[in-house]
């Protein structure tokens, strides 16, 4: 079994809508990340989580550490949004090393 | 701009050249990492520095060699590569080994072997 699971693996919205994309993880952990690749392929971090909801702009993360799953929310998608967006963990309470989701492709489209 | 900053953005090199990639940083941070991921498959974690030592190599093949100098430089020693190691290779710092906080991407090195 995987560590990580990430759904959808594609997604195409129409802009405007609003965006769900999920993470599941079968370990223990003290953080997740949220974080977004743009076809340059460059990684922003765009949320850590340790518990309870982050926003920042038209993005939510929420996180429940107990069901072992995280959410990231996009409001009023816009074409710009366009991008992987991936969840990345370190396993454990100690510890460096990422563990990551194999990647939402979202497309936009006006 | 992140704080991490990887160069060259885009090497094609033949399988018997010798390159290397470059990362920097300037966040004070003591760990830095090199990631690679190739088409279609997650990233994959290849090495770990803390304090310029060298502590995890995730059984990666010794045509891949990496060197820190410093805690602020990490370079990737590439020789006689193949055609499946083509792929997007990405350097990353953080502070300290605990739990991921603080964790910085680079933009990554597109390498194409021919």
């Known amino acids: 079994k995987n560590e990580v699971e990430q759904s959808p693996q594609n997604l195409t919205a129409q802009e405007g809508e609003f965006i769900t994309i999920n993470c599941s993880y079968s370990?223990?952990?003290?953080?997740l990340h949220w974080l977004q690749q743009h076809p340059g392929g460059g990684i922003v971090s765009l949320f850590m989580?340790?518990?309870g909801k982050k926003k920042h702009g038209r993005l939510i993360a929420t996180i429940n550490i107990q069901e072992k799953h995280s959410s990231l929310h996009i409001t009023a998608s816009h074409p710009r949004d366009s991008a992987v967006y991936i969840c990345?963990?370190?396993?454990?309470?100690?510890?460096?090393?990422?563990?990551f989701g194999a990647g939402t492709i979202l497309r936009v489209k006006s | 701009e992140t704080g991490v900053t990887q160069t060259p953005r885009h090497l094609v090199m033949g399988m018997t050249n010798k390159k290397s990639l470059k990362c920097e940083q300037h966040?004070?941070?003591?760990?830095m990492y090199w990631y690679k991921q190739s088409a279609k498959k997650p990233l994959e974690l290849m090495f770990v520095?803390?304090?310029?030592?060298?502590?995890e190599n995730n059984s990666v093949p010794s045509r891949f060699s990496p060197e820190c100098p410093n805690s602020s430089h990490l370079f990737l020693h590439l020789h006689t590569l193949q055609p499946e190691d083509s792929a997007l290779y990405l350097c990353?710092?953080?502070?300290?080994?605990?739990?991921?906080?603080?964790?910085?991407f680079g933009s990554g090195t597109r390498l194409t072997v021919v």
């Open positions: 990353a710092s953080s502070p300290n080994g605990r739990g991921g906080y603080g964790y910085t």
């Open positions: 370990v223990g952990i003290s953080a």
């Open positions: 989580l340790s518990s």
């Open positions: 990345a963990f370190v396993p454990g309470e100690y510890g460096n090393k990422l563990v």
């Open positions: 966040l004070g941070h003591n760990a």
């Open positions: 520095y803390s304090l310029e030592e060298r502590v």
